[in-house]
């Protein structure tokens, strides 16, 4: 329900009556004579909104504007950028969607199907190395010549090669630039995928740790040294399953 305010409008008659009054008594033609008689209404306007105030009440079916500010407020929490509590990896984050937008725009932009199918590759092999080091600020180290110097360096070769294409000529310079573009999308291309795999080093070296450390443990127990063979071998000690795979005791 939204408040309105009802103004009286006896303040305003009290006021016509001192005027009106004030010509059958005074002659009017005089400054002093509308002197007082403005002092009057002025008086007479005061006293009528003191013994007839405004009335507020409450009109159905409207919203109050003040409950309009929530909302507002909640969209503005709503803008504004969530933190990690890492300045570092805000910056990452940051640099990340801007990264991804370029991308987008330039595969858009450039009708190559090879160039657009390695630009939606590298968008999401940056998206996964990025996400990787947001989940493992330790590891942030390792990408700074990805962030440094690979991934600004791959959105500006690809904006010449946008801009040359877009040219619709094919002239000695603009036809060898973009082909120098082409063949480097190749090794581009298989420099993310490393650096991705690479992020990963430190979990298969674990793995391989735990696997070697399991393998000695079911040797002790004397669970290990199967070996499987896809022929059937003589001997009394052999066991031949009906698929044809011995199992050597």
Request: proline content about 3%.
């Given at each position: 329900?939204?408040?309105?305010t009802k103004q009286s409008v006896i303040p305003m008659?009290?006021?016509?009556?001192?005027?009106?009054?004030?010509?059958?008594?005074?002659?009017?033609?005089?400054?002093?004579?509308?002197?007082?008689?403005?002092?009057?209404?002025?008086?007479?306007?005061?006293?009528?909104?003191?013994?007839?105030?405004?009335?507020?009440?409450?009109?159905?079916?409207?919203?109050?504007?003040?409950?309009?500010?929530?909302?507002?407020?909640?969209?503005?929490?709503?803008?504004?950028p969530k933190t990690t509590g890492n300045a570092e990896?805000?910056?990452?984050?940051?640099?990340?969607?801007?990264?991804?937008?370029?991308?987008?725009?330039?595969?858009?932009?450039?009708?190559?199907?090879?160039?657009?199918?390695?630009?939606?590759?590298?968008?999401?092999?940056?998206?996964?190395?990025?996400?990787?080091?947001?989940?493992?600020?330790?590891?942030?180290?390792?990408?700074?010549?990805?962030?440094?110097?690979?991934?600004?360096?791959?959105?500006?070769?690809?904006?010449?090669?946008?801009?040359?294409?877009?040219?619709?000529?094919?002239?000695?310079?603009?036809?060898?630039?973009?082909?120098?573009?082409?063949?480097?999308?190749?090794?581009?291309?298989?420099?993310?995928?490393?650096?991705l795999d690479s992020l990963y080093g430190e979990e298969?070296?674990?793995?391989?740790?735990?696997?070697?450390?399991?393998?000695?443990?079911?040797?002790?127990?004397?669970?290990?040294?199967?070996?499987?063979?896809?022929?059937?071998?003589?001997?009394?000690?052999?066991?031949?399953?009906?698929?044809?795979?011995?199992?050597?005791?």
């Amino acid at each position: 329900m939204a408040k309105h305010t009802k103004q009286s409008v006896i303040p305003m008659y009290l006021v016509g009556g001192v005027w009106l009054m004030g010509g059958m008594f005074f002659s009017l033609y005089r400054v002093s004579d509308y002197a007082i008689c403005g002092l009057m209404s002025a008086a007479a306007f005061i006293a009528g909104k003191a013994l007839f105030p405004d009335k507020v009440y409450d009109m159905p079916g409207e919203p109050e504007e003040k409950k309009e500010e929530p909302k507002e407020k909640k969209k503005e929490e709503k803008e504004k950028p969530k933190t990690t509590g890492n300045a570092e990896i805000d910056k990452l984050i940051v640099e990340r969607d801007r990264a991804l937008s370029e991308m987008r725009r330039l595969n858009d932009a450039i009708e190559d199907a090879k160039i657009s199918d390695q630009i939606d590759h590298l968008e999401m092999v940056t998206r996964k190395i990025i996400d990787h080091v947001v989940e493992h600020p330790k590891k942030l180290s390792q990408i700074r010549k990805f962030m440094n110097y690979y991934l600004p360096t791959t959105l500006k070769l690809l904006n010449a090669y946008d801009r040359m294409d877009d040219t619709g000529i094919s002239g000695d310079n603009i036809s060898t630039t973009k082909q120098k573009v082409e063949n480097m999308m190749d090794t581009i291309v298989k420099a993310y995928d490393k650096q991705l795999d690479s992020l990963y080093g430190e979990e298969a070296l674990d793995i391989s740790t735990d696997i070697t450390v399991m393998e000695n443990l079911l040797a002790q127990e004397g669970l290990g040294g199967f070996n499987f063979q896809n022929t059937t071998s003589s001997g009394g000690q052999n066991k031949t399953g009906g698929d044809g795979i011995t199992l050597e005791l």
